[in-house]
């Protein structure tokens, strides 16, 4: 972590997202919004929302915090910003979501929701997109995962610039035309920079990093690695700015734009895939942690969603078809790398921040000591069949199936968030090991857990 040190907010970004995503899942489970409800439903818009601002923008913006600077070997900026811009971006997500709420008919009252929910987000991600840009700025020139990181950043400001375009019109706070037509046509291009630019580019830069850190394997720039981020970089582009240009001033539509996007995309993937083989190849770790086995599940995840999305472009998609693609990205490759990686991650700085002062004055576990993965696989293992068999339901048009799918999702969401809470509190630690502080919350603790079937602290 040279040059770097531990963000306090992390972690409470990161406790923030599991809940979203538990709450999204309920949501799902339920049958509220897609597939039981149409794509275009305001139920459907609060279920994406929530996941893709409550659950992966939040994640993504926490562990940002903490491995920006680690990319750049440079302190973060504003340390004690972070929490600002979260409590910014939960207090407008509420907003969001209730405006969505108020349109499919619940009582909300007549607080105008949208553009307030618009303002709070764009002033929570202004202050993440300021601190981070500062941090990657002071780093000049900086390395390949940091330029995939800036790229992902550009993207988000072209999605938070349109969502609050959207938010404000829909909101009855401007009547501009132009604004209105790219309310009405500039949805897929929101989508796209979302999903494809800041979420997807931004983690394929940070995976990189973290995939070479925790596997220990080289970390050289290739010519793969370069032309993948000038692929996907020029595919940002071209959403960001040929979208906007096609459909305000040459008064065409946007397909054309996206389907040059998707195909540098689809060149920026393909070549990251090469990468990450490699890495897998040429690791100096002989075995293969959980995390980064269910990171090649996620990485799968992902290629069969491009496979599809280019197989529904070329046959002509559908809403059920684009939605049974997106739920793939969002839930089995996005959301199958965040669970993945948070499982390393919160061991990793959970072990920095209770024994990195103590190396060498005690002994200490090792970060794997902190984890129990034969406990944790299964539920994994449950959580990626869960997805693939919602995927194939959404793509059906089975809600009951995808239904009963998404609580598989849910019960091994909430076990592997149980497992995070345990690594937290270092319950698989021997009480020999423990820090001093810890020794309390060991003693009332751990007695209950060891009576839980298949419990064992020495594994």
């Known amino acids: 972590m040279l040059g ?30 897609f597939p039981s409800q149409p794509i275009v439903a305001p139920q459907t818009l609060v279920l994406v929302h929530l996941v893709a601002i409550g659950w992966l923008s939040l994640l993504l913006s926490g562990a940002l915090i903490q491995f920006v600077p680690v990319l750049v070997t440079k302190p973060l900026a504003h340390p004690e910003l972070p929490i600002v811009a979260l409590a910014l971006l939960v207090a407008g997500l509420g907003s969001l979501l209730l405006g969505f709420l108020g349109m499919a008919g619940f009582p909300v009252g007549s607080v105008p929701w949208l553009p307030l929910g618009a303002i709070g987000l764009a002033g929570g991600f202004a202050l993440n997109l300021w601190n981070l840009g500062r941090t990657l700025w002071s780093a000049r020139p900086i390395g ?94 071209v959403i960001l700015i040929g979208g906007p240009v096609c459909l305000l001033i040459f008064g065409r539509g946007v397909v054309h734009p996206l389907l040059v996007a998707l195909a540098l995309a689809l060149v920026s993937l393909v070549l990251y895939g090469h990468d990450i083989v490699r890495l897998y190849r040429t690791r100096k770790r002989s075995k293969i942690e959980l995390n980064a086995r269910m990171v090649a599940w996620a990485l799968g995840s992902l290629g069969l969603a491009a496979l599809l999305l280019l197989a529904v472009t070329l046959l002509g998609p559908t809403d059920r078809e684009i939605g049974g693609v997106v739920f793939l990205l969002a839930f089995g490759w996005l959301t199958g790398l965040g669970l993945a990686k948070l499982y390393k991650i ?50 059906l048009d089975a809600p009951l199936v995808f239904r009963a799918a998404a609580f598989a999702m849910l019960i091994a969401t909430a076990r592997i968030s149980f497992e995070l809470l345990l690594t937290r509190n270092l319950a698989a630690v021997p009480e020999a090991l423990l820090p001093d502080g810890h020794r309390a919350w060991a003693q009332l603790h751990l007695p209950i857990l060891q009576r839980q079937k298949g419990w064992r602290t020495d594994e």
């Open 144 to 237: 390949l995962p940091a330029r995939f990181v800036a790229a992902g950043l550009l993207s988000l400001v072209g999605v938070v610039t349109m969502g609050a375009i959207f938010s404000l019109t829909l909101g009855g706070w401007t009547t501009n035309a132009a604004l209105l037509r790219l309310t009405s046509e500039g949805i897929p291009l929101h989508a796209a920079l979302g999903l494809g630019g800041w979420l997807t580019f931004t983690a394929m830069g940070v995976s990189y990093r973290l995939l070479a850190m925790f596997m220990l394997s080289p970390e050289a720039e290739h010519r793969s690695s370069r032309i993948a981020f000038l692929a996907g970089t020029m595919a940002i582009l």
């Open 346 to 395: 919160v061991a990793f700085l959970t072990w920095l921040e209770r024994y990195g002062g103590l190396l060498g004055k005690r002994p200490t576990p090792r970060v794997q000591d902190l984890v129990n993965e034969p406990r944790a696989m299964p539920w994994f293992w449950l959580y990626f069949a869960g997805v693939g068999v919602a995927s194939l339901a959404a793509l």
């Open 4 to 33: 770097a040190s531990l963000s306090r907010w992390t972690m409470t970004y990161f406790a923030v997202a599991v809940s979203a995503l538990l709450g999204a899942e309920v949501l799902m489970v339920a049958g509220f919004g």
